[in-house]
């Protein structure tokens, strides 16, 4: 049996195809290389170039490798870009992935492991978030998520699909190793300040200086990739052995705002990274923090719960994508 990894070339759905292959399990990566490189995925899993919601080369994956879990990273995921193209957003993340469960379904595939976001929160107002808070998305990418979790919900009642939804807090880092990173474009604040660091860019704009945070810029609460990925491996451990369906933020349950990792970025790299004020950015909540005990009871123990050594795993990474 073979898991079915989506978006395996992207940044998240390349450490998970590592951490599956670390733990000896089958896998098999799908990207359409829209955004991922095809670099990402180790040479001995086997590839497909497609779509996600593309029924028949799915059903045909599942068939050839007999994939009884499917883990569904592939997705469009930046909030300014869906509050400007919301359309495109419902289409691949919606369209696409309801294409996807249906396959799932059809092909009787056991388990569908599901990257959400904290973003389905919206502009919470306690902290740190618990997963039974309202859900209020405030933009497009959001809905778009939250759509999804609806979908696997009600299909997993009218047919059994086993399901875990994990609501990813800041994603960040590299694998502490040096086998992945981040290499798709992106305007993720460690990776902008990194490149930075490098000289890459001038400055970074900090976007909002009047929010109701301690120092009046955004809180994020940012997790090691590597230490997402072992949470995923919990999750299908937990549906394997017949545990019920879950919904779980992951998360380390404390937040840093944007001056702090600005703060951490200087000290790693020993550079001086210039910031500039700039107006608020359309669709970023003040603050988001996880409430994290149900990922913990399900046995997590991160490893990588400090700002500075994400940072460095990133700096490793991107020091050496620069060459
Ligand atoms: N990075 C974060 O902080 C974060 C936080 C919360 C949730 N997520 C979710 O995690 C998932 C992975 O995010 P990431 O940071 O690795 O992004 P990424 O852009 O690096 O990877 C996504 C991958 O999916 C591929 N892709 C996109 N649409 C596709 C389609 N229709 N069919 C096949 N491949 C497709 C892209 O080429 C890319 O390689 C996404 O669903 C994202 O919404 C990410
Ligand atoms: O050049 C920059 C880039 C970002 N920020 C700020 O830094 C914070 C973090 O931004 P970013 O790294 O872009 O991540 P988010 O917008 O918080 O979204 C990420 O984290 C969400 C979960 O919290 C995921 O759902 C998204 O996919 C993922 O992009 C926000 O306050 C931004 O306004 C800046 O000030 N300057």
């Known amino acids: 049996m073979a898991v079915l990894v989506t978006g395996a070339a992207g940044y998240i759905g390349s450490h998970m195809v590592l951490e599956l292959a670390d733990r000896g399990e089958a896998a098999v ?10 670099e990402a995925i180790p040479g001995a899993t086997p590839f497909y170039e497609g779509n996600a919601g593309d029924a028949g080369l799915v059903a045909r994956i599942v068939r050839d490798h007999a994939v009884d879990t499917i883990i569904h990273f592939a997705g469009s995921i930046s909030v300014p870009e869906s509050v400007a193209d919301p359309l495109g957003y419902y289409l691949n993340n919606v369209v696409g992935t309801r ?11 056991k388990r569908f492991i599901f990257s959400s976001t904290a973003t389905v929160y919206g502009d919470a107002t306690v902290s740190p978030i618990p997963e039974t808070t309202a859900l209020a998305p405030i933009n497009p990418y959001g809905w778009s998520k939250l759509m ?10 009218a047919h059994g699909l086993q399901f875990a939804i994990l609501r990813y807090f800041n994603v960040a880092g ?25 000289g890459r860019r001038s400055h970074i704009d ?12 955004c809180l994020r609460d940012y997790v090691h990739v590597s230490d997402l990925a072992g949470a995923h491996m919990l999750a299908l451990a937990h549906l394997r052995d017949g545990g019920g369906n879950l919904t779980l933020n992951c998360g380390y349950g404390h937040g840093s705002s944007v001056r702090d990792v600005v703060a951490t970025v200087r000290a790693v ?10 107006p608020r950015r359309d669709g970023d909540p003040a603050s988001l923090i996880a409430a994290n005990g149900g990922i913990l009871a399900l046995g997590w123990a991160p490893r990588f719960d400090d700002l500075s050594t994400i940072i460095r795993h990133a700096w490793t990474w991107e020091r050496r994508l620069a060459g």
Do not use: C, N, W
């Open 99 to 109: 294409a996807l469960i249906e396959t799932a379904v059809r092909q009787g595939v």
């Open 148 to 157: 999804v979790e609806q979908m696997l919900r009600d299909t997993a009642a």
């Open 206 to 217: 900090v976007f909002g200086q009047d929010y109701p945070t301690p120092d009046g810029t």
């Open 269 to 278: 790299t020993g550079q001086a990274v210039e910031t500039r004020d700039a």
């Open 174 to 198: 590299a694998d502490p190793l040096g086998r992945a990173g981040q290499s798709t474009p992106t305007g993720h604040l460690i990776k902008v300040a990194l490149a930075a660091a490098l």
């Open 29 to 38: 990566a799908l990207d359409d290389l829209s955004v991922g490189r095809r």
